[in-house]
């Protein structure tokens, strides 16, 4: 550190020495030190004080990566120690309301329990009024009632005296002195004081039976006061201690951060006087190092002058011709050291940017992964939350369940309990015919007060359960707006890519879209995924219902007025649309039964010749009125008078189409029937289901076998769940595919209904029917040859052929799955069906198909179950991989 050499550097290399004048003929100091070259040992002694420093700065980085890494770790513990509190704190609090819920439902327990035994004590009281008056009355001679009573607990041995004691303790009110009467009197006296001894006595006993019940009441009620205060004041200390314990901890941490304060406080007073003493230091050994400096300075100077004063005179001086070429070669040398130095800087920032870059690049890498993370945090807790909805709306639903039950239970109660009364009322009312005036008076009154406070008490009672019915409400809605915020986005996060075009929708009209002429909300919504901003559909929609007594055209006026959609006729597939399939009918002379514009119905499917059974009575006819013979009979839908088509229906099968000829119970078989709606129940704007056109298909079933002896057998059963209606409605499904311009054929069909028993069935039917089909065509080909298996295919599957509209064949769809939605005929509160086939009758549920579908439990049970018909479309978009508008 002392070395004379130190001061040759280059940043202090202009400071001028307080000697030099500015008259003086030396050169300057930075002339003089360009001359200079530092040695090899004050290099190496640099190099290795270089090589020292950087050892230590590395040293402290690690201490202080060491010490970052040892308080991060002791942040983290101190967080994971409160977030333990804080679940600790969260648990007491939840155990704290468990006890209060305790409580709350030990006092109902006991006030019900208060309930029964005033109600027994009462039923007690009747019976003995009941038996009083009976004894009193005497029984009728064709009606004797006997009553069981309960012997005495207690033997009871009759004292002398005692009467005389009663009499005069219930002597209430004060007798005048009568003259001794006949015997008959005393013993009247005698009887009437017997009969007021019994009722005083059992009306003690009553009273006692009251006391002893008021009693274990209070006992009950003691001894619940006296768990809560214990439980109250177990709370109170265990939070005076968790309060004292949380006390002691802060006061101790409180206590170390400040000593821990006041030593950094004193390391930093430290810290600065050193660095303060360093630079005082450092100041001093440079203005020393100046003074080196400038003494060999001035020595080099003195040296020189010698020199050239002890040189030859004649001699020139040997700096001044190689004066100038030293110069430029000093000059040349520093310039490439700069050049050199200012290239090493270049490749050292260049290398420090590329570090920096590296760092950048993991740095950002590092918080894509956290991103990654925390979105499957998020995903796994939105799941969790969703599980925990489904299980909470589950509880909901059952409780709502049991809820209903026992409100059903109470009204049966009530409805006994008023029955039981009305009866009590006439018995207590024929007892009093034969009693006195102020004694029937007073049992009146006493019937009317128990009257009244069974009014009074029944409002209450009604008026708890709708409380607890509007709580229970609440629940369930704050619930569902609690997990609307949660599930939300996971609708919203997932991005859809569309997927190819291969499937289409078969919508139910009521109960799914529509309840009687009121739309149902969810129905709007849902076609706005279905639609674009044109109109337009994006999908191939059929409209499947089975009602008939309308035209294509009115329905689809009907539904675009419903549901502010455009819907085309060749959308709508009504009940009786697959009949123009049914070619052998179209030139016959066919009866239709049915309502509404029946005639234009059938005039419109291909029936020219008919004989319609109108709505409005007509004169009778005639004897030598002729009517048309009728080769077959259609049945549109459930006419309007009943009793007249299934007369005139019964007419037509018992005489072979002619009603003139008389009926001949032989003739069996009959004329062919088509049925176009076996619908049992359907959904309307009414609360409960409505009878359908099944209901008057079971009504002409029952008849014709009650009046023949044989089934009534039908050509064709025509709307769901008949396989006829699915493959006519995949007919204009395809139809529906070409006018949008796919060139895929439909491979999936989903259709969405609200009735087990005719869509989801039907459905499922369809779907099996596919399969069928699908497997007994690759047999087919796997054993013929392909076009062989081709023709076959087509005979085995006996319906219509899957061919386009130009009659080219196309492949049928491999699947239809069913969606069920719980806005019509089906709710999630009823129970499940039967599933034994031969069981089609259960004291829960009844079996609503038809008479010619074979149960199978399997059919009725939908591939999804939403809650109305806009899950549905979002459902069947989230499958086929279609985005959400």
Known sequence: MGSPTKGVTPRRSNVRTPAKDSDSPLPSIHERLAYLRPSRELLDFYRQKIAQFDEEHAELQQMLEQHRRSTEDQHKLQWDIQQREGEIVELQNALSDMQLYLFQEREQALRLYAENDRLKIRELEDRKKIQHLLDVVGPDEGEITYFHREPPHKVIIAQKGTDRQLEEHLSLRPTKLKPAGTRRERNLWKEETGDILEQYKSENQTLLLQVEALQVQMEEQTRLAKDQIETLLEDRRIKAEEAETRRIRDQE????????????????????????????????????????????????????????????????????????????????????????????????????????????????????????????????????????????????????????????????????????????????????????????????????????????????????????????????????????????????????????????????????????????????????????????????????????????????????????????????????????????????????????????????????????????????????????????????????????????????????????????????????????????????????????????????????????????????????????????????????????????????????????????????????YLHTSHSTKAQMQAKSGERGADSEADAVDGGPSATSADGAEVARPESCRSILVCTGVYSRDQEELPSDPSQTVTEQRIFHGHRDFSFDPSLTQPSFVVQDVKEAVELVFQEEGWPLD
């Open 253 to 768: 941490q409180i206590r170390t951060l400040t000593d821990r304060l006041q030593r950094t406080e004193n390391q930093l007073c430290d810290c600065t006087k050193d660095l303060l003493q360093l630079k005082f230091d450092s100041r001093a050994q440079e203005k020393s190092w100046m003074a080196e400096k400038d003494q060999l300075l001035r020595k080099m100077d003195s040296c020189h002058n010698c020199m050239r004063r002890s040189g030859p005179a004649g001699a020139e001086p040997p700096s001044s011709a190689a004066h100038p070429l030293s110069l430029s070669q000093q000059a040349r040398k520093e310039g490439s050291k700069i050049t050199q130095e200012k290239l090493k800087q270049a490749h050292h920032l260049a290398e420090m940017y590329r570090e920096q870059c590296v760092a950048q690049e993991s740095e950002l890498a590092q918080i894509k992964e956290e991103r990654d993370a925390g979105q499957e945090l998020f995903k796994e807790r939105s799941e969790k939350m969703a599980k925990r909805l489904q299980l909470m709306t589950k509880r909901c639903e059952t409780l709502e369940r049991r809820r209903a039950m026992e409100a059903e239970g109470f009204k049966s109660d009530l409805k006994i309990l008023k029955q039981r009364f009305k009866d009590i009322e006439k018995q207590l009312f024929k007892a009093t015919l034969n009693i006195g005036p102020n004694q029937d008076l007073a049992v009146l009154h006493e019937v009317q007060s128990d009257q009244h406070q069974n009014k009074e008490e029944v409002p209450g009672e009604m008026q708890r359960l709708r409380r607890w019915k509007t709580g229970w409400q609440l629940v369930k809605s704050s619930c569902e707006a609690a997990a609307k915020p949660l599930i939300a986005p996971l609708w919203s996060s997932r991005n859809y890519s569309p997927g190819p075009n291969s499937f289409g929708l078969l919508f139910d009209i009521d109960g799914v879209l529509v309840r009687g002429r009121t739309p149902i909300p969810a129905a709007k919504q849902c076609f706005r995924n279905l639609v674009d901003r044109n109109g337009k559909y994006k999908v191939p929609v059929v409209f499947v219902t089975n009602a008939g007594n309308c035209m294509r055209q009115a329905k689809a006026e009907h539904l675009s007025h419903l549901l502010d959609v455009e819907v085309s006729p060749d959308q709508v597939m009504l009940s009786h649309s697959p009949l123009r399939m049914f070619t052998q009918f179209h030139k016959m002379c066919v009866l239709v039964s049915g309502q509404g514009p029946v005639e234009e119905v059938a005039h419109k499917e291909a029936y020219p010749v008919l004989d319609v059974v109108d709505h409005n009575r007509r004169p009778k006819d005639s004897p030598h009125v002729m009517f048309v013979p009728s080769t077959a009979v259609i049945l549109f839908g459930e006419p309007i008078r009943w009793e007249t088509n299934l007369q005139l229906i019964t007419d037509v099968l018992m005489t072979n189409g002619n009603p003139d000829n008389i009926w001949n119970a032989a003739r069996y078989p009959h004329i062919p029937v088509l049925a176009c709606n076996m619908d049992l129940l359907w959904m309307a704007e009414a609360r409960n289901p409505r009878f359908g056109h099944g209901m008057f298909l079971v009504c002409l079933e029952n008849l014709y076998k009650k009046v023949t002896g044989h089934e009534l057998r039908y050509e064709a059963l025509i709307g769901k769940p008949s396989v006829v209606t699915y493959n006519y409605a995949e007919l204009l499904v395809r139809q529906q595919a070409e006018s949008l311009g796919w060139t895929t054929p439909v491979k999936r069909l989903y259709a969405i209904g609200d009735n087990p028993m005719a869509d989801i069935y039907g459905a499922n039917l369809y779907n099996r």
